[in-house]
């Protein structure tokens, strides 16, 4: 079942910002991963937003997200950003084909 990685990001310094972006898009490709969504400036309709930038990248399932997580090469793009990339992130897996139901 696809499984998603959605950030949020904030730059605090835009060279490391690219950088980081760079060895991260590299990391994301070769584990698999697809970018669904990459843009800035997330437009809030309901409730509050503080970050600048909103990420969603789709993986063939969980145990992708976790090989490319703790990978090297994302290691590395970890250690680029520290202290000058804000990143939140969440994993979650996509709904079954059938699609979406409540629980109970």
Do not use: C
């Amino acid at each position: 079942m696809p499984a998603y990685v959605i950030v949020n990001v904030d730059l605090l310094d835009e060279e490391a910002g690219l950088a980081y972006a760079h060895v991260a898009q590299k990391s994301i490709l070769s584990h698999g991963g697809r970018y669904l969504i990459s843009g800035p400036t997330p437009k809030p309709v309901e409730g509050t937003w503080d970050s600048s930038r909103l990420v969603v990248i789709e993986f063939p399932d969980m145990d992708r997200i976790r090989e490319w997580y703790d990978s090297p090469e994302y290691q590395r793009a970890r250690e680029i950003r520290e202290g000058k990339v804000h990143v939140g992130m969440l994993f979650v897996e996509g709904a079954p084909p059938e699609g979406f139901s409540l629980p109970g």
